[in-house]
Antibody
């Protein structure tokens, strides 16, 4: 059974750093495109960053230079390293996978990040 | 590319047919348009990819259509469990992935 379990969220002050984890089971992360999508409270979905199966990575302009996506094949885990956090980064962060690059077929339940002083 | 979904909220009765619209600000490839369902308190679930292909396990009450700039998600024979927000999503160049703002489907 495919499972994605996010962790690492919490309350953090503006300017702080946080690392989110997404532990995958039931499949091998290196064979899929793995992505982070966030949802601010009461708002819609916003794509954040992606790690393609081939190794290339891309991020949305809103987080470029502040967030870094990485993957650990040995532990089958996806990460999101978040730096210089801002209030507008407050959201539920989902990880998801895609066999094709154009859509995401399985999603985790999300981890909540709150940026506030 | 900006995706605009309409209506913002749709209120229908069980057994009725729901028609949800997703309009792109410029023509997009059919292959790269997907639809997701997000029930209250849950993660999104893939419904449709490639504009019209149903994802694994999705009932045939859900269907997608459209091309160019206009795409539609149709839910025939609404059930109470269809209460959710529905999002369209496009894979493009800049930004790579764009979501519409969502349509909230209420079941009377």
């Amino acid at each position: 059974e495919v499972q994605l379990v996010e962790s690492g969220g919490g309350l953090i002050q503006p300017g702080g750093s946080l690392r989110l984890s997404c532990a995958a089971s039931g499949f091998t992360v290196s064979r899929y495109h793995m992505t982070w999508v966030r949802q601010a409270p009461g708002k819609g979905l916003e794509w954040v960053s992606i790690f393609y199966s081939g190794g290339s990575t891309y991020s949305a302009d809103s987080v470029k230079g502040r967030f870094i996506i990485s993957r650990d094949n040995s532990t089958n885990t996806l990460y999101l390293h978040m730096n210089s956090l801002r209030a507008e980064d407050t959201a539920l962060y989902y990880c998801a996978r895609g066999l094709r690059s154009d859509y995401f077929d399985s999603w985790g339940q999300g981890t909540l990040v709150t940026v506030s002083s | 590319i900006v995706l605009t979904q309409s209506p913002g909220t749709l209120s229908l009765s069980p057994g009725e047919r729901a028609t949800l619209s997703c309009r792109a600000s410029q023509s997009v490839s059919n292959s790269y348009l997907a639809w997701y369902q997000q029930k209250p308190g849950q993660a999104p679930r893939l419904l449709i990819y490639g504009a019209s292909s149903r994802a694994t396990g999705i009932p045939d009450r859900f269907s997608g259509s459209g091309s160019g700039t206009d795409f539609t998600l149709t839910i025939s024979r609404l059930e109470p469990e269809d209460l959710a927000v529905y999002y369209c999503q496009h894979y493009g160049r800049s930004p790579l992935y764009t979501f519409g703002q969502g349509t909230k489907l209420e079941i009377k």
